[in-house]
């Protein structure tokens, strides 16, 4: 390792091993501690491997001094007063330490479908300002603001069979409240016990680019869909999360944007249902109504119409009850 790397060492495991996921810009495949002493040689990796530790155990930034190495360990804190990841320099005592990579966690709770957001988070991937900071936030939120996501069916594949525990890393470039398009390092786990995906969100400015490559799909779906005149929701169908918006709902429905709204428990059988049935047919459709209730209002009914397309993946396409049919648009 350069002597100018920082390390990025993910801890998003509640008791699991600590891997090595970045090394400066470039991102590294889950490497257990034991292979930072290829890198460092056997004593620098032992005094780093104990840092590593002793930070994620007490949270707190740590110099190590021992001879002529320097470690020094700064935590990745995540919303529930976790630590999701530990950045990592070593070097020489007298070598000057250069700064420390950026990154922040979140949290998503797969039984509220809420993402929780860690301490400069959105500052860090939507360029926010302080005053508009919120920790939770719906998956549209973050998800929408992707533009491009290469990795999207594997991702969600995990998402869907969170009880095993898998993990999944890739790139994903995100618009910022600036409309600056940045890149990002997702390194995200599987944590059955707490039933969340943990992550950490690593910006990698390096690889920042004047004319960002866009998904070409999915921008052509935004498009379409935003002149739709009605919402569009793009699902997960063995979830049944929806988990972008690609077309706004329009009122009574627009809150559905921002707000995760309780569904009539009869009617959010049927989705799932239908969800699971088209899954297996893809290109087929289902027609449905969805009474939804945001906090602090009444229940609205919304139909519904559910396209199942090949990857998993379908459109929801929803309209207040009121604005009749969508053939009618």
């Given at each position: ?325 969508p053939v009618d648009r």
């Open positions: 390792m350069p002597s100018d790397d920082w390390l990025l060492v993910e801890t998003l495991r509640c008791g699991g091993e600590p891997t090595v996921v970045a090394a400066g810009a470039h991102p590294r495949h889950w490497s257990g501690l034991g292979s930072l002493r290829r890198v460092l040689g056997p004593s620098r990796a032992r005094i780093a491997t104990e840092a590593v530790r002793r930070c994620h155990a007490d949270g707190r930034a740590q110099r190590t001094v021992e001879a002529d190495t320097l470690v020094v360990t700064e935590p990745v804190p995540c919303a529930y007063a976790g630590i999701h990841g530990v950045r990592l320099w070593v070097g020489a005592v007298d070598a000057p330490i250069p700064p420390p990579r950026r990154v922040a966690a979140w949290d998503w709770d797969a039984d509220t479908e809420l993402a929780h957001h860690g301490p400069g988070l959105e500052e860090l991937v939507f360029a926010r300002a302080p005053e508009h900071v919120r920790v939770i936030r719906t998956p549209p939120e973050a998800f929408g603001r992707m533009t491009r996501f290469d990795g999207r069916i594997d991702y969600f594949a995990m998402v869907a069979r969170l009880d095993d525990g898998g993990q999944w890393q890739g790139e994903v470039d995100m618009a910022g409240d600036d409309d600056e398009v940045r890149h990002f390092q997702m390194i995200t786990r599987a944590v059955p016990a707490r039933r969340r995906i943990s992550a950490l969100m690593h910006a990698i400015p390096e690889l920042d680019t004047a004319v960002p490559a866009t998904d070409p799909d999915a921008a052509m779906l935004r498009a379409v869909s935003q002149r739709s005149g009605v919402g569009v929701g793009i699902i997960e169908l063995t979830s049944a999360l929806i988990y972008e918006w690609a077309g706004p709902p329009l009122p009574p429905l627009d809150r559905w944007l921002v707000e995760r709204p309780s569904v009539d428990p009869d009617d959010l059988a049927a989705l799932r249902a239908a969800c699971h049935d088209l899954a297996r047919t893809p290109g087929t459709g289902r027609r449905l109504t969805l009474r939804v209730r945001f906090a602090a209002s009444g229940w609205v009914t919304a139909q519904a119409e559910l396209v199942a397309m090949s990857t998993g993946h379908g459109l929801l396409r929803v309209w207040s009850a009121g604005d009749g049919s």
